[in-house]
């Protein structure tokens, strides 16, 4: 099984697990009015809701929490398309401050380290001249730690600008589909606090998209997965190359 299928399994299975655990809660617990009740509070904050929720998923990034209760979140109390833009915006605050910090403190520290053996120079080289691709990629895939990596991007020489760039680009399928989930969390919500079923057309329309997203996600990461082992590559050094030389 491919790293790609394992991380496919393991969402999956993560996700099943985390629905099943919601359906047991809900049996013993009031989790709809727990819900609802917290999307009344920030939906009371009227536009202050929504300039403190991606703040406090981007500290939890740059601490390196799990952010992903916080990321379904945003679409569960803002919807499909602003849960997302905040998402992205939080994911992008987090990523500007972390290579920022990286940069600032860790870089200069680490060539102090390594320059002697003068393997760094030719990592960072190849690092800084394949840096976009490999920030993209890396970010796309789910397997990938990417709050972590943030930090690893500001020890190259690669422009903060361009860093932040990229790593927006590459974050921006994730983010989109935890805000779809917490829309169709929001969707599922209502119907069981009985404001209204949802007709058999409309979860097959949430179910198909959700089953899209997936295989869209998944589809993006096996060809990152494949494209930074260099599968098919020109032979000219590469910092995957360059990293197995260390």
């Known amino acids: 099984m491919t790293k790609a299928n394992r991380a496919l399994l393991l969402h999956t299975t993560g996700g099943l697990a985390l629905a099943l655990s919601l359906a047991i809660a809900a049996r013993w617990f009031p989790v709809a009015e727990y ?76 060539q102090r380290r390594l320059h002697p053996n003068g393997r760094w120079a030719r990592l960072d080289a190849a690092v800084a001249r394949e840096g976009p691709r490999i920030i993209f990629l890396s970010q796309a895939h789910p397997l990938f730690p990417t709050s972590l990596l943030n930090y690893v991007y500001g020890l190259s020489r690669v422009p903060i600008r361009t860093c932040v760039l990229w790593i927006a680009m590459g974050q921006a399928p994730a983010m989109f589909f935890y805000a779809y989930l917490g829309r169709f969390a929001q969707s599922g919500l209502r119907a069981w606090r009985g404001g209204g079923q949802l007709r058999t057309l409309d979860w097959a329309v949430w179910i198909i998209g959700l089953a899209l997203l997936l295989t869209l996600t998944f589809t993006l990461a096996r060809i990152a997965l494949r494209m930074l082992n260099g599968t098919g ?14």
């Open 233 to 246: 590559e020109e032979p000219s050094p590469t910092p995957e190359t360059a990293i197995r030389k260390l």
């Open 35 to 110: 819900i609802t009740r917290a999307q009344r509070k920030i939906t009371e904050l009227e536009i202050w809701g929504a300039v403190l929720y991606p703040l406090l998923f981007a500290t939890c990034n740059i601490l390196l929490l799990p952010g992903g209760i916080l990321a379904i979140g945003a679409g569960l109390f803002f919807g499909l398309w602003w849960g997302w833009m905040l998402n992205l915006l939080g994911s992008t605050i987090a990523a500007t401050i972390a290579v920022t910090l990286a940069r600032k403190f860790g870089r200069g520290w680490v």
